[in-house]
């Protein structure tokens, strides 16, 4: 089956942890993404990569960090330095050729 | 930075009713793609446009790309309740290191009584 994997679907975590949201995708796609999304609300964009090895900050970047050390994975670190971190947080990967992108499953933090 | 205005913020509506959406910009867009996505799901790719003027449509959904590049709209014809979700269009700019980046609009909430 090709397509994008987050996991775990939920998480729950202490305030003042680290927390490492994995996402990893089969599509050969080179670019991939990092969204965040509250309630009612639109999706955000936190990072995103756009080939092996490179990143970019989104709108949103600070209090993460990321690495992109393979095609098929982008994990986002959440860090003990981001105000809010609950939230549904969104990978997605970009198709060139149809200029698209197509979303994971989505992971839930909730921070206690 | 770039906004999308999109309305309106939700909809209830009958089953086999007819529901139009937009979403407008101030800025251009070289892409422009509605998404629907379910509760707790990612979102899901429904259409995508390229070229303005451009109207695609895939089953009861049609969707139209904007003569200016500003603006969108998608309707759905003959609503039914598996068609309940939240809609989000999405504007992409191309080149530059900003290639790919998509802005979304806040959404559109769809409810569908039967």
């Known amino acids: 089956d090709g397509g994008i994997t987050q996991s775990p679907k939920y998480l729950f975590r202490k305030e003042g942890q680290n927390v490492t949201l994995s996402c990893e995708q089969n599509l050969n796609h080179d670019a991939m993404y990092w969204y965040r999304q509250d309630p009612g609300q639109g999706l955000r964009l936190i990072y995103y990569?756009?080939?092996?090895?490179?990143?970019q900050k989104g709108d949103i970047a600070e209090g993460y960090s990321v690495s992109r050390e393979k095609k098929e994975s982008f994990p986002l670190t959440v860090t003990s330095a981001q105000k809010n971190p609950t939230a549904f947080y969104l990978c997605a990967s970009r198709d060139r050729g149809r200029d698209t992108q197509y979303f994971g499953p989505g992971t839930r933090l909730t921070v206690l | 930075g770039q906004q999308l205005n999109q309305s309106p913020q939700s909809m209830f509506i009958q089953e086999g009713e007819d529901v139009s959406m937009n979403c407008t910009s101030s800025s251009i867009f070289n892409t422009w793609l509605w998404y629907k996505q379910d509760p707790g799901e990612g979102p899901v790719l429904l259409i995508a446009?390229?070229?303005?003027?451009e109207l695609t449509s895939n089953g009861r959904l049609t969707a139209q790309f904007g003569i200016t590049r500003k603006d969108s709209f998608l309707n759905i014809s003959a609503s039914i309740p598996s068609d309940v979700g939240i809609y989000f269009c999405?504007?992409?700019?191309?080149?530059?290191?900003?290639?790919?980046?998509?802005?979304f609009g806040q959404g559109t909430i769809l409810t569908v009584h039967p």
């Open positions: 446009l390229y070229k303005a003027g």
């Open positions: 999405a504007g992409q700019n191309a080149g530059g290191t900003s290639y790919g980046k998509l802005t």
């Open positions: 990569s756009q080939i092996v090895n490179d990143f």
